[in-house]
């Protein structure tokens, strides 16, 4: 067994890897600027496709995990995108 394979370590980079993505996406497309004119109900569904699109890094790091083998890790991931995917929904 090897020492990476840990589900918590799945769960800790589930849920950092999106939330680094929609930070950086959010400042790439000046989200911080729109959000301080007050148009927090127009971008509502842009943020809940922000969440939705960074769960996709989630499911790339999952596969790359399950061809390294590290089963556990990917699982941790697998639920970790959860609450991802129901912010963005709900948003939507």
Excluded: S
């Amino acid at each position: 067994m090897n020492k990476w394979d840990n589900f918590w370590l799945g769960v800790l980079l589930g849920l950092l890897l999106p939330a680094l993505f929609c930070v950086a996406y959010a400042y790439t497309i000046h989200l911080p600027q729109l959000m301080e004119q007050d148009m927090l109900d127009m971008l509502k569904p842009v943020i809940g496709r922000m969440l939705l699109l960074g769960t996709f890094t989630d499911m790339a790091g999952m596969f790359l995990l399950y061809e390294f083998n590290l089963w556990r890790v990917a699982k941790g991931m697998v639920v970790a995108i959860v609450p991802y995917m129901a912010a963005g929904i709900i948003l939507i």
